[in-house]
């Protein structure tokens, strides 16, 4: 300790000596411009979409450098569009400065995002290994804000969990855990959690949910609501209950529209439903009413979309985003952006139909339901192959059975089959299916008849820590359903129990068996 508080006070002068007026030797006096600085300062981005509003907190924050030199290296590092910019740096002659060495780890981690071939590479390169231990020998010093950002990058660039550089960052945020500001929290929050699941370091992500839990009055601002609540509300019960209570009911009523549709759009990514939900969701459609129009087109629908998901869309919210003035583009988009909004859409018709008997109208014209064949353009997960398999043993044949079988709906079932009155396979093809665009099959299904869907549920359709479905996968869950099928659920960690053929064809079976059974008890 005695040795940790030498190094800090050292540093305090070293930033002393760099601000106050410096007194030249004889004989060597020199005029250097100063310019006042700060430890840290902040641009906040002012924009509110959701996801992704916490990383602007802190991607935009600014070092600003004293000296002309160092705002030269700051330049270069901001600037740089290879590793090989930055990694010239170390010998080049600059005078890097204590942030510098991190700034240059967090933007080779920006560069080699898109390029996980390269990590491998880096890891053997001398000057990375010499970048480290650098930002290692200089860790006390770097400020608060690159000093989250630093670790987030480590962990981005693959360090292997004993790499004592990693370590060491770990260790010095703990450290200061108490003197971050809640925004550097809430960041590494969102941007980490993950990361120290799947690493081991689950003191560190602990101990950041406490002072997460015992810090929220400290948030600022509905974006950080927001987002606390789809990246961290799942890992921590007391997180989430905290969060519900701060921008959601009680200050409801004067929170911005667009603020608002974000706290709706974490709900449906979560299938979180707040404990005054009525009164809640009352205020919702009552602020929206005319609003909604008003809005950017494809808000529209991600708003319209999260009502749906949350079992809470009015017939006059459907009708806004149904209309064919508002879904053409869409419909005729190329984007991926487009893509996506497109595939809500079908989502909320299949609300409108599946859901709300009542509704009358518009719906998506015919010619937009036919699947895309994006939809099935996915690479195949070992779960989906496995079940794909042993459903097809159990059948006898891939004629008794469908698979990857898009719908109308915008969803794509894993398999379908059809059981007889007497649990017998019966070939799906040869009857009518009105879940197909167009619908096929003129041959009604046979008395007693049960139509089946297999529906595989992987790691990332649950929420962290949970096995409560997400909300999309729960809609889609409940989609099926209202179509007419039986659904049969395949959860992966039911399925990672299961080490033998033999095992997975009985678990099959006996999913099938207890749907039946399940609807036959109705």
Request: aromatic share 8%; proline share 6%.
């Amino acid at each position: 300790m005695a040795a940790r508080l030498v190094k800090w006070c050292a540093c305090l002068l070293r930033e002393a000596s760099l601000v106050a007026p410096a007194v030249a030797p004889v004989g060597r006096l020199r005029f250097t411009q100063v310019t006042p600085r700060t430890l840290t300062s902040s641009a906040t981005s002012r924009s509110s979409h959701f996801p992704g509003s916490l990383s602007g907190l802190l991607e935009k924050e600014q070092v600003f450098a004293t000296r002309p030199e160092q705002q030269e290296v700051d330049q270069l590092i901001q600037k740089a569009t290879r590793p090989e910019e930055l990694l010239e740096l170390l010998n080049g002659g600059h005078c890097l400065q204590e942030n510098h060495a991190a700034l240059m780890l967090i933007q080779l981690s920006r560069l080699l995002s898109d390029k996980p071939e390269y990590k491998a590479s880096l890891m053997q390169d001398a000057r990375f290994q010499q970048l480290l231990q650098l930002v290692n020998g200089q860790i006390a010093s770097v400020w608060h804000g690159p000093l989250v950002r630093l670790l987030r990058s480590l962990y981005a660039l693959a360090l292997p969990a004993a790499c004592k550089e990693l370590q060491s960052v770990e260790q010095e945020v703990r450290w200061r855990m108490r003197r971050l500001r809640y925004k550097h929290l809430a960041f590494l929050a969102e941007s980490s959690a993950t990361y120290m699941q799947e690493r081991g370091s689950q003191e560190l992500l602990a101990e950041l949910l406490v002072h997460l839990e015992r810090r929220w009055a400290e948030i600022e601002d509905g974006r950080m609501v927001v987002a606390m609540m789809a990246k961290t509300g799942p890992l921590s019960e007391p997180l989430m209950n905290r969060l519900e209570d701060k921008h959601v009911l009680d200050r409801a009523q004067t929170i911005p529209v667009p603020h608002l549709c974000n706290v709706l759009l974490a709900f449906a990514h979560l299938n979180f439903h707040p404990e005054r939900e009525d009164q809640f969701f009352s205020l919702v459609h009552e602020k929206l009413g005319s609003a909604l129009t008003g809005l950017h087109p494809a808000l529209q629908v991600d708003v319209v979309w999260a009502l749906c998901v949350l079992q809470q869309v009015q017939e006059a919210e459907l009708q806004a985003v149904l209309r064919p003035d508002l879904h053409t583009h869409f419909l005729e988009g190329g984007s991926p952006k487009d893509q996506s909004t497109f595939q809500k859409l079908l989502h909320i018709n299949a609300s409108a139909q599946l859901e709300h008997p009542e509704y009358t109208g518009p719906h998506l014209p015919a010619s937009a339901l036919v699947p895309r064949l994006s939809a099935l353009d996915r690479k195949v997960t070992p779960l989906q192959k496995e079940l794909q398999d042993t459903l097809k043993g159990l059948l006898g044949g891939s004629s008794r059975g469908s698979f990857m079988v898009p719908t109308q709906y915008g969803w794509v079932l894993d398999a379908e089959v059809l059981l007889d009155s007497e649990s017998q396979f019966l070939p799906p093809r040869d009857f009518v299916a009105p879940h197909l665009a167009p619908p096929s099959g003129s041959q009604p299904l046979p008395p007693g008849a049960k139509r089946l869907a297999f529906l595989r549920w992987e790691f990332p359709n649950y929420g962290s820590r949970s096995r409560d479905l997400l909300g999309r996968f729960a809609l889609a869950r409940r989609h099926v359903q209202a179509a007419g099928f039986l659904v049969v659920d395949v959860p992966y960690y039911e399925w990672l129990e299961l080490r033998s053929e033999w095992q997975k064809g009985a678990y099959l079976k006996d999913k099938m068996r207890k749907a039946v059974a399940e609807e036959l008890a109705k």
